[in-house]
């Protein structure tokens, strides 16, 4: 779940009135250049909802990465000039374990949270509290980024404030450069913005975990964004992190948008 709030960080607005708008983007999940996994996005929106929707699955790769397969989907509200996430649903399945998180939110506070199997070593975990639980997004509404200004620095420099129904985190993104960047369907071509992203843990993680620190640490962390159509949001089109065992890249070969 932390991986998919790194990788696909973001969150969702408008800026005045949106006409209707679908995109679709796959992408394919690389490990020190070679292919591992791949997954979709879906985004559907107007003037008064919209809905997420994203599939992957990734092969093994040798003790680091196991088989597995994961959806998450998310529904909700727009009002105004920010998308409200109602209902959010997700599951994985590795080769021993399956997991769900299901979460109900209103006004950007999380009313409802249910996980199975239950979180162990809760004495060990940073208490999630009712305050860390407001102004939040979850992870896959993190998919989509208000950017009035278009491919202007302000639309990098954010910090965005998640929640998966574990783990209550912090992503600050910050300006790097823009660039030109395109899918290898063609269907994209153009200006990206490259920002760099950074993790901080807040609550529900255990306390003194290497993993968890090194994570903090890693200044490794990118995500491209680029524009859906001509509507004031960004999406990732690339994002990627330096790993103890070599560089990790997730990059949108498929990129379809209607309006």
Request: aromatic content about 6%; glycine content about 8%.
């Amino acid at each position: 779940m932390r991986f998919i709030g790194l990788l696909s960080v973001a969150l969702a607005a408008l800026c005045g009135q949106a006409q209707a708008s679908d995109l679709y983007l796959k992408y394919k999940l690389y490990a020190i250049g070679l292919p591992i996994g791949s997954g979709t996005l879906n985004l559907s929106l107007n003037d008064s909802d919209f809905s997420l929707n994203a599939n992957g699955q990734t092969a093994a790769f040798g003790k680091l990465i196991s088989d597995g397969k994961g959806s998450v989907r998310v529904k909700g509200d727009v009002d105004g000039s920010s998308m409200r996430p109602g209902d959010f649903a997700f599951s994985m399945t590795s080769e021993d374990e399956k997991d769900t998180v299901s979460m109900k939110l209103r006004g950007g506070k999380v009313r409802e949270v249910v996980v199975n199997p239950p979180q162990d070593r809760m004495k060990e975990r940073v208490k999630v509290t009712a305050k860390h639980l407001e102004g939040v997004l979850d992870p896959l509404t993190a998919a989509v980024l208000p950017a009035p200004k278009g491919l202007a620095p302000e639309s990098c420099n954010r910090t965005l404030s998640l929640f998966d129904g574990k783990e209550r985190y912090n992503i600050h993104l910050q300006y790097k450069s823009q660039r030109s960047s395109s899918t290898s369907d063609g269907r994209f071509k153009g200006k990206v913005l490259v920002c760099s992203a950074r993790y901080e843990p807040v609550s529900g993680h255990r306390k003194g975990r290497k993993a968890i620190q090194a994570l903090a640490d890693n200044k490794s962390m990118e995500v491209w964004l680029a524009p859906v159509g001509d509507t004031p949001y960004l999406v990732p089109l690339r994002a990627s992190i330096t790993a103890p065992f070599g560089p990790l890249v997730i990059q949108a070969d498929k990129y379809k948008f209607t309006d």
